[in-house]
């Protein structure tokens, strides 16, 4: 017999975290409610703290000011960035679940060709609960969907695939351009819808957003740090793509995968492609280093875990980034801060309590 719809379960609803920056109303989350509201939000609300938020009814959420930040990390919040989107990385370190869903509050659900409604965060629990295949390509992409199988000429050593780390969603309406292609076609919107997910070979970068993207908590949310950016920073809008390269090279080395493609989200709101010009413009001369660094980065084997292989990673940051700008030896500190923040937050399992724990008192 069926099971009513109203007695299954959401997926993961008790191992996943929506975490929202935001420095709006969350007005959006009337439209995601049929999908978002058995799960725990984390609202990180950027800017002025004296601002109130109103969250929508019926919404099971905790939700961070800037004072909670400085609060809760001490001098650690140094790592965590005012007046930018990078933010919402403050709500990965706060979690205390397996997986993560973090979405811009003007994003907004898409409809597929058919015209149905989109559950990308259901989209993003199928990426992630399924195998990638980095390290051979499948020309007939996402192996494990229904109605597709690896094609001849698949290795079968290879066809138990990898853990899926990342799950990278994409969106209609506003694309995300940097702004030099935002000034030179300001009235571009993306009306193609791609029924894919992909996903990324090892070895090769890519430019994550972080508008709509789930990945592994436990696996590789100690590297999913958005760095320093905004206020009192030389850059802005590189928060997402800071992180996914780092990332993308840690996965790479731990055999994890990224996936990306499917589930769209609809981006509603343009920003202003001047103030992005601003915000980004030291980037785009930047990456021109950057991307050749991290694609010349080798993690010793040593490295096992994330917090091992980001720390490793700070160390070359600062090494091989520092002569383009002292900027990268600011950076590569605030990656080492992050790693304390995470480890005093999330203390594995083995070891040593955060803080001593008074032996408690003989009995009389
Ligand atoms: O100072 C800020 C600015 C914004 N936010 C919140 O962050 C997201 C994204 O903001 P917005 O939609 O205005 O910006 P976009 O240009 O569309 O964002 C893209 O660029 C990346 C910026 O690095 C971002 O991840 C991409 O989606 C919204 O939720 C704002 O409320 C903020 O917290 N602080
Ligand atoms: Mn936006």
């Known amino acids: 017999m069926a099971v009513p719809a ?95 869903f ?18 990308a965060l259901a ?4 990426n992630l609960l399924s195998p990638s295949t980095p390290f051979f390509f499948n020309t007939l992409y996402d192996p494990y969907r229904e109605g597709a199988d690896f094609v001849r000429g698949y290795p079968f050593s290879l066809r138990e695939g990898a853990t899926t780390a990342i799950s990278h969603g994409l969106w209609l309406n506003i694309p995300d351009y940097d702004a030099p292609t935002q000034l030179v076609k300001p009235r571009e919107r993306n009306t193609r819808y791609v029924d894919a997910v992909l996903t990324i070979p090892k ?19 100690p590297a999913m740090y958005f760095g320093l950016m905004g206020d009192g920073q030389p850059i802005g809008r590189y928060d997402d793509m800071w992180a996914g390269w780092c990332t993308k090279v840690i996965c790479d080395h731990l055999g994890l995968g990224v996936k990306t493609g499917l589930p769209y989200i609809w981006h509603s709101k343009a920003s202003n492609p001047f103030v992005n010009l601003k915000k980004e413009y030291k980037g785009i001369y930047w990456q021109e280093d950057i991307i050749p660094f991290f694609q010349s980065v080798v993690l010793p084997k040593e490295c096992t875990t994330p917090q091992k292989c980001y720390i490793e990673l700070s160390k070359l940051v600062k090494q091989k980034l520092g002569p383009i700008d002292p900027y990268f030896e600011k950076l590569g500190d605030a990656m080492v801060t992050w790693i304390d923040a995470w480890d005093e937050l999330n203390p594995s399992p083995d070891a040593a309590p955060a803080v001593k724990i008074e032996s408690a008192p003989k009995p009389k």
């Open 203 to 221: 070895g090769t970068l890519f430019p994550m957003c972080g508008m709509n993207l789930g990945f592994h908590r436990e696996l590789i949310g």
């Open 102 to 119: 973090t979405i811009d509050d003007d994003c907004f659900v898409a409809k597929d060709p058919s015209g149905q409604e989109i559950n």
């Open 6 to 100: 109203s007695v299954v379960t959401p997926p993961l609803v008790d191992q996943l975290d929506i975490v929202i920056p935001t420095i709006r109303n969350l007005d959006f989350l009337e439209q995601w409610r049929p999908f978002f509201q058995p799960y725990h939000l984390i609202i990180v609300q950027d800017g002025d703290p004296t601002k109130t938020i109103r969250v929508p009814e019926g919404f099971d959420y905790e939700l961070y000011n800037r004072n909670d930040i400085n609060r809760i990390l001490g001098p650690k919040s140094s790592c965590i960035s005012f007046k930018d989107s990078a933010c919402r990385c403050f709500g990965f370190l706060v979690s205390k679940k397996k997986y993560i």
């Open 123 to 126: 989209q993003h629990i199928h």
